[in-house]
């Protein structure tokens, strides 16, 4: 209702109150049909609209479940169910099983993460990640998560294909976006099974969440976009209808008409906006069309994106530019397709084949299409349909192509023998040549055979399912026998599997590895470990064993008694220094031989238990073992054999060698603790017949250890006295009985022991002699003696001894030009002239090496240093001694001095002697 204002606004204007209300009524009429048309087109756009976004929707978690499905295919249920350490991320082990799921997340772009998890009780926790170990800056997290980490988001989807324990689960997606701490995903979720089928974790996908954003804002786009042109025809109706009431109701009808065709024409807008969804419903896959009369065809733009392009710079395809897409190897293929189709009455043309992506890899396409429009004479006109990229399906179906040939290859090369049995009746089903070249069987023979025609044991049990872990299934490894082809055994290491097949048939995988050489060869080893490998006799480890059970069957009243022999042998060290060791080892080897000859035969080998057994304990050391011992006394008879078997010359390189023994013997009597024992009194009885004269055996006794702690007491205190000036030296003067003078003095080494007070040179000089100390006492008594005399001639030069007597030793003139050289430089330090030293040599000493000992006197007596014998008379007493060596005394043993004056006969040997000294100059 207008006011009073409005109408004298009206009649001011010259417009009659009629007029008023009919343009009233025709604006309230138009804007009615407006209104009506409106919601007409919103309703024909929005239906479509929401039907799209549901199929969208829908399509994308199909899509997302096949991603996942292909990728539970890569995952080995081995390692996913094995490895459950977080130490245990990107070893070996994990590269190996993560590596084909990365080859996928690689090959398939929108693809962000792949990863596996487990259920452990309420949580989850991961355990594979496709993604590469790097720090995520922006989200301040790892890229890739860690082995066994924990899962905190909470996700229905994977709750669904994880399942709930009663339930298996099941491959699901998610619906709407997800955050966690690596971003904003989508993921689809499949479970993962071993080769029994059971439930081992899930696996989960997921892609960018922007994809599906997008997918949802471009079908929202294409509804705006269907609204904008309706409304403008609906704003255009409108005001048509409005001028048509305005001119009158002659004009009605046409205005009628035209809102009748606008509105027609908005409903053909919405069936095409109706169609364009329909398309749109793939999501994920591209469309395409093709005219049969140009040869064009014309593809969406997600098609072009599958090739990395815009379909506005590729549309229209022509047949050149398809051939340039398609892979080479696949034209022929897809143009004879093409033909057959065009030629026959299929509905459905459906075709796989490669294209080139604008970055130069190739992808796998998926196309389906039909005829959508024919001629009068049924020619086809006009073709539709649909593209896939299969890529991801693609590669999941190379992988495990190549993981078929890679099993192939290692089952047919493999250098063990590998078989497929019946796991009920353990019929082979397939076996390799490795065991076929182990057992002498064919392929055809074996496969006729059951495990139990080869192996000497049935197939173990497996680890059972319910066992700690879940169980394996797996047997093995141990050890077992098995039968070749001709009866022979051979010695195998046996493990496997047991699963059941693709047709439910429970079968056993065996790894059957051919052990016997490295059986052989432990068994060579083990016996070489226990010989001794130059004389091939029993070595230290093996007589020591043979000894202590002697010992326990000694013990247990099994074995009467036993006895251990230990030989050293005499001057070994002189033949190694002077011969070498090649002529060492040799005359080691004819001691072996002899020692084998010397006791009864078979007794030297010990290959029976508690026979005898001879071995080389070290260096010049043999130790004997008599395990048949009679009596005591029977120990000692043995021992002589060995001396006279011993006793003759050694022909080592052609020059004949001497070396006598010394034994020393232990019985059981004097043995019964351990071999470590019985061994050490043997050798202590061993010195002792060393100290007896040596070429002789001694019987161990308990006096023994007395007088060897005495001996390794002295050596010690020895060793320390030198250290610490603890040695004196006296002097024996020389005097001439005509005169009564002094003419000489004869050094003499003392030891007074701060604890046992004086000790005797005959006791402590064999000591010293034995340990290398000699050689040391020798240069501290020429040093002595020589600075002694030098100040007897500073202090009173007419009444000092002309000379200095000092002892040499055998290891001394062993130094050859060694000493020569001590003796120089101590002459050279003292001041002392040398005609004023006499160097002593007794007889035994000059006769062990006379050639080498001749030439050192020489040398000597150049120097000007005088030479003595000393002891003459206890030795071979050669007279071509006399005349050939350089001495200029001649100290006639004390034996033979001490009884002259009561025996005549010894009074004429010594005028004898003397005369004959000097009748040689």
């Not at 693709?502 to 065996?510: E, F, L, M, Q």
Request: charged share 25%.
């Amino acid at each position: 209702m207008h006011t009073s204002s409005e109408q004298d606004r009206s009649k001011s204007l010259g417009q009659p109150p009629a007029a008023i209300a009919g343009r009233r009524r025709a604006l309230w009429e138009s804007l009615g049909i407006s209104a009506a048309a409106l919601c007409v087109v919103i309703a024909g756009v929005a239906g479509p609209a929401l039907t799209s976004r549901d199929s969208i929707r829908l399509n994308y978690e199909d899509h997302l479940i096949s991603l996942a499905e292909a990728a539970a295919a890569l995952v080995d249920p081995s390692a996913q169910s094995s490895i459950r350490r977080p130490d245990e991320i990107n070893d070996p082990q994990y590269r190996r099983a993560v590596a084909p799921l990365r080859r996928m997340r690689k090959a398939v772009p929108e693809i962000h993460y792949i990863y596996t998890v487990v259920r452990d009780g309420r949580q989850v926790r991961f355990i594979l990640d496709a993604a590469d170990p790097k720090l995520d800056r922006r989200r301040g997290v790892d890229d890739q998560s860690g082995v066994w980490q924990k899962y905190d988001g909470h996700d229905p989807a994977m709750q669904e294909a994880l399942g709930d324990g009663r339930h298996p689960g099941v491959a699901a997606a998610t619906q709407e976006p997800l955050s966690d701490a690596w971003g904003t995903f989508m993921t689809g979720w499949a479970p993962l099974r071993d080769r029994q089928g059971r439930q081992i974790g899930a696996i989960g996908v997921d892609v960018d969440a922007r994809v599906y954003v997008a997918r949802l804002a471009a079908a929202r786009n294409l509804a705006l976009i269907g609204i904008a042109p309706a409304g403008l025809l609906i704003m255009l109706l409108g005001f048509i209808v409005y001028r048509v009431r305005l001119r009158g109701m002659s004009d009605a009808e046409a205005a009628i008409a035209s809102a009748a065709a606008a509105l027609r024409a908005a409903g053909a807008l919405a069936d095409e906006r109706r169609r364009q969804a329909t398309i749109l419903e793939g999501a994920d896959v591209g469309t395409w069309e093709l005219d049969f009369s140009s040869g064009s065809s014309i593809i969406c733009n997600r098609t072009a994106a599958m090739l990395g392009c815009r379909a506005v710079d590729m549309n229209p395809l022509h047949g050149r530019t398809w051939r340039a897409l398609v892979h080479p190897d696949d034209w022929y293929a897809l143009r004879r397709a093409f033909v057959l189709f065009r030629r026959g009455d299929q509905g459905m043309f459906v075709h796989e084949f490669r294209l080139r992506h604008a970055a130069g890899a190739w992808i796998w396409i998926l196309v389906r299409g039909k005829v959508i429009e024919r001629d009068a004479a049924q020619r086809p006109l006009r073709m539709a349909g649909i593209d896939l990229d299969i890529s991801a399906r693609k590669l999941a179906e190379s992988v495990l192509r190549e993981n078929e040939l890679k099993f192939r290859s290692l089952f047919e090369l493999s250098p063990v023998g590998i078989a497929l049995s019946d796991a009920k009746s353990g019929r082979f089903m397939q076996v390799n040549e490795a065991l076929l070249a182990s057992s002498g069987y064919s392929s055809e023979e074996l496969l006729e055979r059951s495990y139990q025609d080869v192996a000497t044991s049935a197939i173990p049990e497996a680890e059972p399912v319910s066992a700690p872990g879940g169980g394996s299934g797996r047997y093995g490894p141990y050890e077992t026998e098995c039968r070749r082809r001709d009866g022979s055994r051979f010695a195998a290491l046996l493990s496997g599997i047991r699963m059941t097949d693709a047709g439910g048939r429970a079968v056993v995988w065996s790894i059957v590895q051919d052990i016997s050489q490295r059986k052989a060869l432990e068994a060579a080893l083990s016996e070489a470990a226990r010989r001794d490998k130059l004389t091939g006799l029993a070595n230290r480890a093996r007589f020591m064993e043979a000894l202590q059970a002697a010992i326990d069957r000694v013990q247990r009243g099994v074995q009467a008694r036993y006895a251990v022999l230990f030989l050293d042998f005499d001057r070994f060290k002189l033949v190694n220094d002077t011969l070498g060791h090649t002529a060492g080892d040799e005359l080691l080897r004819q001691i072996g031989r002899r020692l084998r000859t010397a006791l009864r035969t078979g007794d030297s080998i010990g290959a029976v238990e508690c026979g005898n057994l001879v071995g080389r304990f070290g260096g010049d050391e043999f130790l004997i073992l008599i395990n048949d011992l009679q009596s005591p006394a029977d120990a000692e008879v043995i021992a002589e054999r060995l001396l006279n078997t011993l006793a003759p010359l050694y022909d080592v390189g052609g020059r004949e060698v001497h070396s006598s023994a010394s034994i020393g013997i232990v019985t059981s009597d004097h043995g019964r603790s351990s071999a470590e024992e019985v061994v050490r009194n043997a050798d202590v009885a061993m010195y002792e017949a060393k100290r007896a004269g040596r070429a002789c055996s001694v019987v161990f006794n308990e006096a023994m250890h007395t007088r060897l702690s005495r001996h390794v007491t002295i050596e010690t205190s020895l060793r320390r006295a030198l250290a610490e000036h603890g040695l004196s030296v006296v002097y024996q003067p020389i005097v001439e009985l005509n005169t009564g003078r002094i003419v000489s003095a004869e050094a003499l080494v003392r030891w007074n022991h701060p604890d046992v007070g004086p000790i005797s040179p005959s006791e402590f000089i064999p000591i010293a002699e034995e340990s290398d100390l000699i050689v040391a006492i020798g240069d501290f008594v020429l040093r002595q003696a020589c600075e002694a005399l030098v100040a007897w001639r500073a202090a009173a030069e007419a009444s000092a001894p002309r000379t200095v007597s000092v002892n040499i030793s055998q290891a001394e003139l062993a130094l050859g030009r060694r000493l020569l050289e001590r003796v120089k430089e101590t002459l050279n330090r003292t001041g002392l002239p040398p005609e004023c030293l006499q160097l002593e040599v007794t007889e035994r000493e000059v006769v062990r090496d006379p050639k080498a000992t001749l030439s050192l006197m020489h040398e000597l007596r150049r120097l000007g240093v005088k030479l003595a014998m000393d002891d003459f008379g206890t030795g071979t007493s050669s007279l071509g001694m006399l005349r050939d060596y350089p001495f200029d005394m001649i100290k006639i043993d004390r034996s033979f001095v001490k009884d002259m004056t009561v025996n005549g006969d010894m009074l004429a040997v010594i005028h004898a002697t003397v005369g004959l000294v000097e009748n040689l100059g």
